[in-house]
């Protein structure tokens, strides 16, 4: 983990809610997809996490939606500004158990972090299929980044009212390897039960430090207690308890 | 002596500078980031008798210049803690550090600090009868000065080293509680432990914290704290050690002013990891501006 200054160079609307702003630092702790940073932002005690959605050079891209002052506030900052972030934090995903066809499941603002993850994926000459659900048409965002990598791609809209109609795991494709999958907690217990291989589910939950120090964001797990911001946010597939 | 040395029970400190009690883990996160050996000392995590997951989640909330958290005393317990983290510390801090204790009867309270006292790398019991995140233990002994008393007794009968009881500020009367520990043979007194407070989440029209009520700490509370300290540190012979909103090296300066020997540092080390070495780099400094020479000389210096 590294806490260093990064200036905003890029921060534009994708859709009616959702942001994407590009920052430039000391991205020399920013190891894995599925990572994510640590923003302070003026006004507000605590930080916000953002998972990382891509990694170039000095430069990292954060996709964010605005759902409450924090995020509002984001969306109005301008290039040049800069903000105090803390990076490398969580462990990210595990590439090395994809198979020769993972599958990509992304939901809302779960869609970012599987980004990067495609771009690698796909790097390493794996079959990337990507399914992206969304509520409604106005916003879907990243379709043609995701194809743009090469990646097979399926877009679901709950409301039907582009690509597929329903949720991403009525778009499953035939046959798949392994699953990466980051979105709402009803959507990762949706491909929990959907899908057979195993996979890695990456899960939210309100900080307090986002590095491991308070234990607020401890989770069960069938290894153990486990800190979302430190041993997380990605979970095996085999280890997730849900709780009922 | 040098300009930052205080005493904390007969026991010296390179500063006065602690990181409190459930926001510094058992160390090791942080002395990743800045050797964590520049630090007066630290208070590490509360530990209980058995091991505890602590509350469901979700934990925090956020709160202007503050937040609110009920983590619930997750620690695996006084045996791990004294078998697998105090060897793992043993490697990146090499001063005595506060064991931080919370149970949930009297016999609790004396059988974990007695294991703990045992170690030589703890320097000193911080006996936690503040907790507010758990029902029937905690915060209970904190709120009533008898049992304040009892189990500081109970704990003081098993401990060679010296016994800092760690308050509540959820009371009517603080000086009642420190009063009656200082009587039970307490070595000092730290607070204030978290103020009880809560959220509610306007769309879901829920409380935020699961738990539904947390200890509120940050910024914000600092002046009541500050108070608390005053108080506390007029009415007793032992040290106080004062915290709540500490964030700067000015804020510590005020809180010794105010009475206090030593000053933890909790909420800031989350938002802020490197809050607590900056501070210690910041103290010469401040001192120099508000004509200060050494710390020592100004403990109390307001009463
Ligand atoms: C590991 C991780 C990665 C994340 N990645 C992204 C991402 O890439 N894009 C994105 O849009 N969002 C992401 N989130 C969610 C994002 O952190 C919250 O939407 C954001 O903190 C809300 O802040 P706010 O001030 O707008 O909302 P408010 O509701 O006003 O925030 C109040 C407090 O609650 C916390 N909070 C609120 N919602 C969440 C939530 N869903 N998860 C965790 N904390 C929350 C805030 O951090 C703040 O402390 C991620 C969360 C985590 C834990
Ligand atoms: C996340 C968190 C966990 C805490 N856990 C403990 C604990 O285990 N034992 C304890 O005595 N105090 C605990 N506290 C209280 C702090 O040690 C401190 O008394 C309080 O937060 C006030 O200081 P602050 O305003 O600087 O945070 C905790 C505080 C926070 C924020
Ligand atoms: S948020 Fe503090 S330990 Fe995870």
Same mark, same amino acid.
């Given at each position: =983990? ?5 200036e905003?160079t ?9 942001y994407?702003m590009r ?6 702790d920013?190891a894995?997809?599925?990572q994510?940073v ?15 959605c891509?990694?170039?050079g000095?430069?990292?891209t954060?996709i964010y939606?605005?759902v409450g ?7 109005g =900052?301008k290039p040049?500004e ?6 490398g934090?969580?462990n ?7 198979g020769?066809?993972p ?5 809302g603002?779960g ?6 993850l495609g771009?690698e994926?796909?790097r390493?000459?794996?079959r990337?299929?990507?399914?992206l ?17 090469g990646?097979?791609?399926t877009?679901?809209?709950?409301d039907?009212s582009?690509g597929r109609?329903g949720?991403?795991?009525d ?13 709402p =907690?009803? =959507?990762l217990?949706a491909?929990?039960?959907?899908t ?6 990456s899960f939210e939950?309100?900080m307090?430090c986002g590095?491991?120090a308070?234990m607020?964001c401890?989770c069960?797990?069938a290894?153990g207690?486990?800190?979302?911001c430190r041993?997380?946010?990605v979970?095996r ?8 | 002596?040098g300009?930052?040395n205080?005493?904390l029970c007969?026991l010296?400190l ?11 883990g058992?160390g ?24 505890r997951?602590g509350?469901?989640?979700?934990r ?6 503050g937040?609110?958290n ?5 620690n695996p317990?006084v045996e791990?803690?004294?078998s697998e ?5 043993k490697?990146?801090f ?6 931080n ?5 009297v016999?609790d ?6 294991l703990?006292?045992k170690?030589?790398?703890v320097?000193?019991l911080e006996?936690?009868?503040s ?20 189990v500081?007794?109970?704990?003081k009968a098993v401990?060679s080293k010296p016994?800092i009881v760690?308050?509540s ?5 603080i000086?009642l509680?420190?009063?009656a520990c200082?009587d039970?043979g ?7 432990n ?6 509610i989440?306007?769309k879901?029209k829920?409380p935020?914290?699961?738990n ?7 910024p914000a509370?600092?002046p009541?704290?500050?108070r608390?300290?005053?108080q506390v540190?007029?009415a007793?012979?032992?040290p ?7 964030r700067?090296?000015?804020d510590?300066?005020e809180?010794?002013l105010?009475?206090?020997s030593?000053?933890q540092?909790?909420?800031e080390?989350?938002v ?9 780099a910041?103290?010469p400094?401040?001192m ?7 710390l020592?000389?100004?403990i109390?210096?307001a009463?």
């Amino acid at each position: =983990m590294k806490q260093s200054r990064f200036e905003i160079t890029e921060n534009v609307p994708l859709t009616g809610s959702v942001y994407r702003m590009r920052i430039a630092g000391d991205t020399g702790d920013v190891a894995r997809p599925g990572q994510f940073v640590s923003l302070r932002l003026s006004g507000y005690y605590l930080r916000r996490p953002i998972s990382v959605c891509d990694r170039e050079g000095d430069c990292l891209t954060l996709i964010y939606k605005t759902v409450g002052a924090g995020t509002r506030a984001m969306s109005g =900052m301008k290039p040049g500004e800069t903000l105090d972030v803390l990076t490398g934090l969580g462990n990210g995903y595990d590439l090395s158990e994809s198979g020769d066809a993972p599958l990509l499941l992304g939901g809302g603002v779960g869609v970012p972090p599987l980004y990067w993850l495609g771009k690698e994926l796909v790097r390493q000459g794996r079959r990337v299929t990507a399914v992206l659900g969304f509520n409604t048409r106005a916003e879907v965002f990243y379709e043609e980044e995701f194809r743009a990598l090469g990646c097979r791609v399926t877009v679901a809209t709950a409301d039907g009212s582009y690509g597929r109609k329903g949720f991403v795991t009525d778009a499953l494709p035939a046959d798949y390897s392994y699953v990466y999958t980051c979105g709402p =907690m009803p =959507m990762l217990r949706a491909v929990w039960r959907a899908t057979k291989p195993s996979g890695q589910y990456s899960f939210e939950e309100r900080m307090g430090c986002g590095f491991g120090a308070c234990m607020g964001c401890t989770c069960k797990t069938a290894g153990g207690p486990k800190r979302l911001c430190r041993e997380g946010p990605v979970l095996r597939k085999e280890e997730i308890l849900w709780d009922d | 002596m040098g300009r930052l040395n205080v005493t904390l029970c007969g026991l010296p400190l390179d500063n006065p500078v602690i990181p409190a009690s459930g926001t510094f883990g058992y160390g090791y996160e942080f002395a990743g980031l800045y050797d964590i050996n520049v630090l007066g000392t630290f208070s590490f995590k509360g530990t209980t008798r058995q091991a505890r997951f602590g509350n469901p989640t979700p934990r925090i909330a956020e709160c202007t210049a503050g937040m609110i958290n009920a983590v619930g005393l997750q620690n695996p317990g006084v045996e791990k803690v004294i078998s697998e983290e105090l060897p793992r510390l043993k490697a990146c801090f090499h001063k005595p550090v506060m064991a931080n204790v919370s149970g949930f009867s009297v016999e609790d309270y004396a059988y974990t600090c007695a294991l703990l006292d045992k170690e030589p790398q703890v320097g000193w019991l911080e006996v936690n009868v503040s907790c507010p995140n758990v029902h029937g233990g905690g915060m209970s002994f904190g709120t009533e000065p008898r049992a304040a008393a009892e189990v500081t007794k109970a704990v003081k009968a098993v401990a060679s080293k010296p016994v800092i009881v760690k308050l509540s500020p959820n009371v009517t009367d603080i000086v009642l509680i420190a009063r009656a520990c200082e009587d039970a043979g307490a070595d000092g007194i730290s607070l204030i432990n978290t103020l009880l407070g809560m959220r509610i989440d306007l769309k879901t029209k829920r409380p935020v914290i699961a738990n539904t009520m947390g200890g509120f700490s940050g910024p914000a509370i600092f002046p009541v704290a500050l108070r608390m300290v005053y108080q506390v540190s007029k009415a007793v012979r032992i040290p106080v050690v004062g915290m709540g909103g500490v964030r700067s090296a000015e804020d510590v300066i005020e809180m010794m002013l105010a009475g206090a020997s030593a000053v933890q540092i909790g909420a800031e080390n989350l938002v802020n990891p490197f809050a607590c070495r900056d501070i210690i780099a910041a103290l010469p400094q401040v001192m120099d501006a508000y004509g200060i020479n050494t710390l020592q000389d100004i403990i109390g210096g307001a009463h």
